[in-house]
């Protein structure tokens, strides 16, 4: 295929097909498949899937991995061949294990995902047929509908009433008419004639070469230029804390082993080995596999509570969040949106407002709405009938209405429809209920305004319809003919509130989530929700009001505000944006395409199955049922997730630190090594083995109660009180072995081997939970099977003759008891501190995070 200009539109519909080895028919199945494999999937910035042998390249390559890698060639060098073995074995299993277990994981995850693919409508075999966007291939012919999401890049070959909102690669508020070139643009914004991925199709229809998918389109170029400069989410920013904890303990703690191993006279080479196996000792090298395996189950887990997760991390920024902004249509009412009036200006019923209304919805070539499909069910059979059609002017967040122009008789009359605010602002006259026209006065401009306030205030919602005549010969309207219009009258809506609402909110509320409702409906209507509903809100702004507020205002006065009346899509945005200034992490729930900017700014977007696709496209999270208790069965899970995440990390750092202060204390008088390097690489690996039944594994009731975060200091003080309590057991250890049984340092390396696995993996049934163990929900048969099975092979080891190879040998009976009576003093001694390493300090890290602001209501 050729390649094309910077401004691909340039070229001719004809000259593309042919460059394209296309036609208007389209691209044969087995020709797409071969595209697709030549230019890979259609995604403006993909995260690559490695492949199994490369994860084993990327860990062979971490530091503490290659020095142990670089350890064993010198084992090998100096013909300690059991040493060099041993570490390559140990390595190999660990590693192996890891990415098993991580691509499993991604695998279950990937299918997820694709479950709620994007999908277009594209000419496969010259049959229109849908495919998921990710799949389309330069060459292939598109069809558009309004509300769909442009995939890629193109060239419009035909088009009817098309209009897109190229926003986010312009900055134009405003729709874009597309129609067939060729346009001679010299910049995309004026390429009437070429559609580009990541915009959205608004209105009308349109047929679409592509030209470029992926990386290669305009919005992909930004989007891998911005993805370098993304800020790391609140999970990402969590696992960087941990990092940056951990490397400090273990330079701290390597440092003094070193140091005491050679003062003490030992080979260098043997003081370097063991120090580098202790600190990989301490590096929780499992996390990645344990973090992806947790998030994968939640996902799992989500999904069969009618949760599809796109993103895993944001599980994680689900159950951190806080505060939930939600529009009110189809989460607090039923969706079940019913025409129940249309009176002229005098308040009552006049046929011709349901006329106009009708003519308008029938004719647009927007996305039609919920109001729409109710006007013209009320309408029924008699809608626009003796009407023609002859253009529109596309709805818009702007102008918050949308106008039709229509020929009747003879006659052409620009009809319109939409806010009753934006519509009595443009009229001068009135229509009667005789159909007589006269000036509106002042006096009945303030009735109007009236009747709709009444409406509104009964929790109805309203549109206003009014229409002026144009010249015969006029046949492309623009918002600028909106003018000195004839009021006709109302069209009244309900939806009732749903049942189930206030039980869902108070549900979110008792998780310490704070549901404010974002909305374009008039304030009045929906305060008259809020009211009927029962629901503790406090505050009210308008779209006008924000619309006076700086940055900083806003920020300050969200805080006390749980709902929006009438907004703009970027008002939606910045209601986001100040709230995440304000320490919170925010969940949006939207389904339309005004909602796309909002979701993809919130820390959790989510969106449901019946959304336009661009807010699918946006979010990281399909409710499969609009419902704000299928959010609350979410929230849960993700702090089920994080719950699990944490036990593994308090699990390991706890335990690792305590190994690690055990041995540099007692490098300090003991004159052989605690433990051979492979030993303390034993130790790891069957620990971290232990430990991989944690993501299936129960958590407390409270782990689920309020929102969580990454809280360093809580693992910094679990560490610093678990820690030691082991290294005095091991001290304890290390003076009945050396003083009591005079033990030989296979001997003693057996015997504390032995104690450091007893102690580390039964402790897990014990600081799982932090209630008392005997009334906490029992453990997960996985974690039970890894736990006891990877006890069982480290006691095979040890007291076997399987260990002699490593280092271990023959234990009496007298060794054996005194090292149960110290594993069953420890074990007590756990239980009794657990409490006191988990306490959280009056008002710790969560009222940090919410600087202080009141609950939900409060």
């Avoid at 036609?23 to 890979?40: D, F, I, N, Q």
């Avoid at 000792?281 to 989500?302: D, F, I, K, Q």
Wanted: net charge neutral; with cysteine.
């Amino acid at each position: 295929m050729a390649a094309f200009p910077e401004r691909f539109w340039s070229v001719a519909r004809q000259d593309a097909l042919a460059a394209l080895v296309s036609s208007p028919e389209g691209l044969s199945t087995a020709e797409a498949a071969r595209r697709l494999a030549v230019h890979g999937r259609n995604l403006a910035t993909e995260a690559p899937r490695r492949r199994i042998l490369a994860k084993l390249g990327r860990r062979l390559a971490e530091p503490l991995v290659a020095i142990l890698v670089i350890a064993a060639a010198v084992s090998g060098a100096t013909g300690d061949w059991v040493s060099f073995a041993l570490i390559l074995l140990v390595l190999a299993a660990s590693n192996l294990l890891d990415v098993f277990q991580e691509h499993r994981a991604e695998t279950a995850a990937e299918a997820l995902k694709r479950s709620v693919a994007v999908r277009c409508i594209v000419r496969r075999d010259g049959v229109a047929v849908p495919v998921a966007a990710e799949e389309i291939v330069p060459g292939d012919v598109v069809e558009l509908r309004a509300g769909g999401l442009v995939p890629a890049d193109g060239i419009v070959l035909a088009s009817r009433g098309a209009h897109a909102n190229q926003a986010l690669l312009t900055g134009e508020p405003y729709p874009v008419e597309k129609r067939p070139g060729p346009s001679g643009a010299g910049s995309l914004a004026e390429a009437y004639d070429a559609l580009f991925g990541g915009t959205a199709l608004i209105s009308g229809e349109a047929t679409m070469l592509v030209v470029a998918t992926g990386a290669g389109t305009r919005f992909g170029g930004i989007a891998a230029a911005l993805r370098s400069d993304e800020p790391p989410n609140a999970f990402e920013r969590g696992l960087h804390r941990l990092g940056a904890l951990i490397l400090r303990l273990t330079v701290f703690l390597l440092l003094i082993v070193l140091l005491a191993q050679l003062a003490s006279g030992r080979p260098a080479l043997d003081a370097f080995l063991f120090a580098v196996a202790l600190a990989v000792g301490l590096a929780p090298e499992l996390l990645p596999m344990v973090t992806t395996v947790t998030l994968s189950r939640g996902a799992l887990r989500m999904a069969a509570r009618q949760v599809v997760v796109k993103r895993l991390a944001v599980i994680h920024d689900l159950g951190a969040m806080d505060v939930l902004c939600t529009d009110k249509t189809g989460t607090l009412t039923e969706a079940r949106i019913t025409l129940v009036g249309h009176p002229g200006a005098t308040g009552e019923e006049m046929a011709r407002v349901l006329e106009l209304a009708a003519v308008n919805s029938r004719f647009e070539s927007g996305v039609r709405s919920p109001l729409d499909d109710a006007i013209l069910a009320r309408a029924a059979g008699a809608a626009a009938e003796g009407w023609t059609r002859i253009a529109d002017v596309p709805f818009d967040f702007e102008r918050r209405r949308v106008s039709v122009l229509a020929e009747r008789a003879g006659r052409r009359f620009l009809i319109v429809k939409g806010a009753p605010e934006g519509i009595l602002s443009r009229v001068r006259f009135i229509e009667s209920a005789d159909g007589g026209v006269a000036p509106l006065s002042e006096e009945g401009q303030a009735r109007l305004r009236a009747l709709h306030e009444e409406k509104a205030a009964s929790g109805l919602r309203c549109l206003g319809v009014a229409w002026r005549e144009v010249e015969a010969g006029r046949s492309a309207p623009t918002a600028a003919d909106e003018h000195d219009l004839v009021f006709t009258g109302f069209c009244i809506f309900a939806d009732p509130p749903k049942a189930d609402a206030a039980l869902a909110i108070a549900r979110l509320r008792s998780a310490g989530v704070r549901v404010k409702i974002v909305s374009g409906d008039a304030a009045p209507a929906l305060r008259h929700l809020v009211d009927t509903l029962g629901l503790p809100a406090s505050g009210l702004l308008t779209g006008e009001e924000i619309a006076r507020l700086s940055d900083s205002a806003l920020a300050a006065r969200v805080q006390r505000t749980d709902l929006f009346a009438r907004l703009s899509p970027d008002q939606k945005t910045r209601i986001i944006r100040a709230l995440q200034a304000r320490g919170h992490v925010v969940g949006f729930l939207g389904d339309g395409i005004n909602d796309a900017p909002a979701i993809r700014a919130a820390d959790a977007g989510l969106s449901v199955e019946g959304a336009t696709d661009v807010a699918r496209a946006a979010a990281d999270l399909i409710l499969l049922a609009p419902d704000l208790g299928v959010i609350a069965d979410g929230v849960a899970e993700g702090r089920r997730t994080y719950a699990n995440i944490m036990k593994y990390v308090r699990m390991g750092t706890s335990s690792n630190f305590g190994n690690m202060l055990s041995t540099a204390l007692a490098s300090l008088f003991i004159p052989f090594l605690p433990l051979t390097p492979v030993q303390v690489l034993l130790n790891n690996l069957l620990y971290d083995l232990s430990e991989t039944g944690i993501p299936f594994d129960a958590v407390d009731r409270h782990a689920v109660a309020q929102p969580h975060g990454w809280d360093m200091g809580a693992v910094r003080r679990y560490t610093l009180v678990m820690g030691p309590l082991s290294s005095v057991f091991d001290l304890a250890t290390f003076a009945i072995l050396l003083l009591g049984f005079h033990a030989s340092p296979e001997e003693f390396r057996t015997a504390w081997f032995v104690e450091s696995m007893v102690t580390q993996i039964l402790v897990i049934f014990l600081i799982r939970v932090e209630a008392p163990f005997w009334k906490a929900a029992r453990p997960h048969p996985a974690l039970v099977t890894t736990s006891l099975g990877a006890l069982a092979v480290a006691l095979v080891l040890a007291l076997s003759p399987l260990g002699g190879p490593i280092g271990f040998t023959a234990l009496s009976w007298p060794v054996l008891l005194a090292l149960l009576a110290l594993s069953t003093a420890y074990l007590a001694a756990a239980e009794g501190l657990k409490r006191l390493a988990t306490a959280r300090p009056h008002g710790g890290a969560r009222r940090s995070l919410l600087h202080g602001s009141p609950g939900y209501g409060a």
